[in-house]
């Protein structure tokens, strides 16, 4: 999540990046859903963007300020959502069970039911799959510090 951003170009922000954004697990982060065209991304999020210039899709990072961290990347496949995800750690940010972008590991594993844990490269991801949906709880140095959605049984190490 990190290496991407420092390979990207950033733009202004978005004005309407939500200040508090939500995850609702298996269907949207930030009102973002997988599968929606690349043109409702930025009606709902407006067209100041940064393009990743290295990454294997394309990815839009919209931030709070210009050439800041902290927002949120929608990778794009043929014109439409193919992964969200929270970068760096947006204060405010929240999921629906009462976890909140900074919560303990154990209270991330007690509130959002079963799931699977995996290693990435310098954090780990504690995962759960509707049929269509893998969301993502990142964890770096034992906090919570995104959120991710992806196509179900997919990789969620960026």
Not at 4 to 25: E, F, N, T, Y
Request: charged share 15%; proline share 8%.
């Amino acid at each position: 999540m990190a290496y991407a951003l420092l390979l990207c170009s950033a733009s202004p922000a978005a004005a309407a990046l939500p200040r508090k954004g939500v995850l609702d697990p298996g269907r949207s982060l930030g009102g973002i859903r997988l599968g929606e065209p690349a043109a409702q991304v930025r009606s709902a999020l407006g067209r100041q963007f940064g393009l990743c210039r290295g990454c294997r899709t394309t990815t839009w990072y919209f931030t709070y300020q210009p050439f800041t961290g902290e927002g949120l990347a929608v990778e794009l496949r043929r014109g439409r959502v193919a992964a969200v995800y929270t970068v760096w750690r947006p204060s405010g940010w929240l999921a629906p069970n009462g976890l909140r972008l900074g919560a303990a590991e154990a209270q991330v594993r007690a509130r959002a039911g079963p799931l699977i844990p995996i290693a990435c490269a310098g954090y780990d991801a504690l995962t759960t799959d509707t049929p269509d949906v893998r969301t993502a709880y990142y964890i770096v140095d034992g906090r919570l510090w995104g959120f991710g959605l992806l196509p179900a049984h997919t990789t969620p190490c960026r």
